[in-house]
């Protein structure tokens, strides 16, 4: 929002798309670092889904990569990357550097759920990370978005 108003861009529309990208981008957060965040003690997942799913606290701290956990995190991702992708004509309508520095910004947390997907929601045993070929893919993306 402040990026906005600095760019001279805070129209309601740019706003309510920028409020979609940013609650998705923590989000991601959160599901990346499910395993740091239970040792401080903390669970950022919904307990209705949590119980809708199955999966229990106890499940969390055994890092048990149950078919639940997986339909779960599964579950978490589409409604992350349903909130970034909503948000995401943001992206074209904001000309020059802000425009293209948030299509990165949403092709890294697409990214983030992408590796998510790929290990079948395991953020107990690998906490993904965008790496240099990430890195590529997501300047690519961003590119052609």
């Given at each position: 929002?402040?990026?906005?108003?600095?760019?001279?861009?805070?129209?309601?529309?740019?706003?309510?798309?920028?409020?979609?990208?940013?609650?998705?981008?923590?989000?991601?957060?959160?599901?990346?670092?499910?395993?740091?965040?239970?040792?401080?003690?903390?669970?950022?997942?919904?307990?209705?889904?949590?119980?809708?799913?199955?999966?229990?606290?106890?499940?969390?701290?055994?890092?048990?990569?149950?078919?639940?956990?997986q339909a779960l995190m599964q579950?978490?991702?589409?409604?992350?990357?349903?909130?970034?992708?909503?948000?995401?004509?943001?992206?074209?309508?904001?000309?020059?550097?802000?425009?293209?520095?948030?299509?990165?910004?949403?092709?890294?947390?697409?990214?983030?759920?992408?590796?998510?997907?790929q290990v079948n929601g395991d953020?107990?045993?690998?906490?993904?990370?965008?790496?240099?070929?990430?890195?590529?893919?997501?300047?690519?993306?961003?590119?052609?978005?």
């Open positions: 929002r402040i990026m906005l108003h600095l760019y001279q861009a805070a129209s309601a529309e740019n706003m309510k798309d920028s409020d979609k990208i940013c609650t998705a981008l923590q989000i991601i957060n959160f599901w990346q670092d499910v395993a740091i965040d239970w040792k401080k003690e903390r669970i950022y997942l919904p307990m209705e889904d949590m119980v809708k799913f199955g999966v229990t606290e106890q499940d969390i701290n055994q890092a048990k990569l149950t078919p639940q956990w579950f978490e991702i589409n409604r992350a990357r349903k909130l970034m992708l909503d948000g995401s004509p943001l992206c074209r309508r904001l000309s020059g550097r802000i425009g293209f520095e948030l299509r990165l910004v949403v092709q890294g947390g697409l990214r983030i759920l992408e590796k998510i997907e953020v107990f045993n690998q906490r993904p990370t965008i790496g240099k070929w990430d890195s590529c893919v997501m300047l690519w993306r961003a590119i052609f978005m």
